[in-house]
């Protein structure tokens, strides 16, 4: 016999704001599409890799994706790392009992085909289904590894500057008087320093470095969230509820965790395809100017900068191109979904 609880499960606004999302087909589907691509991407080494799965020679089996193995092991002359792709190792393994199982594509982000003779960039082949750059190195397997870099660094500078705008925007709109005005100066001087300065700065003192890139691009991540939550703790600080739980003596953080936040969270929610998205360009547009992460990173702005002084490559800007714009898109289409189904104005 089902109980009140079990009939009511999954009928709460939780649960009604999800159907509506699956309604929206363009945003539903587009989350799909996006999450596959994801979930693809961080098994790039699987997927796109010079070095085999597996080795089975002369009985017993290798994982060169796992442990390096010297040129010596499978019978050549040099104690360095096998080369996987060299021809004396692919005829090795022709031989019986003798087999290797490669990835899809026989490339990694940073593996060079030597076996080029045109000029570099190279237009797309058997070898390189994308083509090459002009270092020699596969651009599908560039791209692979550059979309995992762009979503991981988005939703770790979305991560990171959610959770530092939701607090600053929380005490500013909690407290009110002081520490609002305080605060709101604090920000006003802050957003009026240069960004792109100082990121120029801090790139010609340091490294370039994805750590560091991240740390610097979170410095100014979260100011424009922390209007909106604090414009939602200002209005909800007045309200009936909070007035009693202030008057039985609840503390201003369970206050602020409990009662507030969950009534605050639609804008945080809303902008958090958004975010991801303007995250994407910042770090393409920094790897553009060449102000982004090391050159040997695989990136999405670096190709487009190889597209920028290789005109007639037109390989390297096209499919650069339709991977972001492609990303975008999906993000956007997730945003404007989940913007209709938290509207207060529709039910």
Avoid at 44 to 65: H, M, Q, R, T, W
Avoid at 179 to 191: A, H, N, S, T
Avoid at 242 to 253: D, I, S, T
């Amino acid at each position: 016999m089902k109980t009140a609880a079990t009939r009511t499960y999954g009928k709460g606004p939780t649960g009604r704001r999800w159907k509506r999302f699956r309604r929206s087909r363009r945003g539903y589907y587009s989350l799909i599409i996006f999450l596959i691509f994801f979930v693809l991407s961080l098994f790039a080494e699987i997927l796109s890799n010079d070095k085999p799965f597996l080795v089975v020679y002369e009985g017993e089996l290798f994982f060169p994706l796992v442990i390096e193995y010297p040129e010596t092991r499978f019978g050549g002359d040099f104690e360095t790392e096998t080369d996987y792709l060299d021809p004396f190792f692919l005829e090795m393994m022709e031989r019986p009992g003798n087999k290797a199982l490669f990835p899809p594509n026989r490339h990694s982000y940073n593996s060079i085909n030597l076996d080029i003779d045109g000029p570099l960039p190279a237009p797309p082949s058997r070898q390189n289904l994308l083509g090459t750059d002009d270092r020699g190195r596969d651009v599908l397997a560039r791209l692979v590894y550059g979309f995992r870099l762009s979503i991981l660094f988005g939703l770790g500078l979305t991560l990171i500057g959610t959770l530092t705008g939701i607090v600053a925007g929380a005490v500013q709109g909690y407290f009110g008087g002081r520490v609002d005005l305080v605060c709101q100066r604090f920000i006003e001087i802050w957003g009026a320093m240069p960004e792109l300065y100082l990121l120029i700065i801090f790139a010609s003192i340091f490294q370039p470095s994805i750590l560091l890139l991240l740390v610097l691009l979170s410095l100014f991540a979260w100011m424009g969230l922390s209007d909106y939550v604090r414009a939602e703790f200002l209005r909800g600080r007045n309200l009936e509820y909070v007035k009693a739980a202030r008057a039985l003596g609840v503390g201003n953080v369970t206050i602020m965790y409990r009662h507030l936040l969950p009534n605050s969270m639609t804008p945080v929610i809303t902008f958090l395809p958004f975010r991801v998205s303007a995250s994407i360009l910042a770090l393409t547009s920094l790897d553009f100017l060449g102000l982004g992460v090391p050159p040997s990173t695989p990136s999405l702005g670096e190709l487009l900068a190889q597209g920028k002084a290789n005109i007639d490559a037109w390989w390297l800007s096209l499919s650069t191109f339709f991977v972001l714009v492609g990303t975008l898109i999906l993000l956007i289409f997730i945003g404007e979904s989940l913007r209709e189904v938290f509207d207060p104005r529709k039910k």
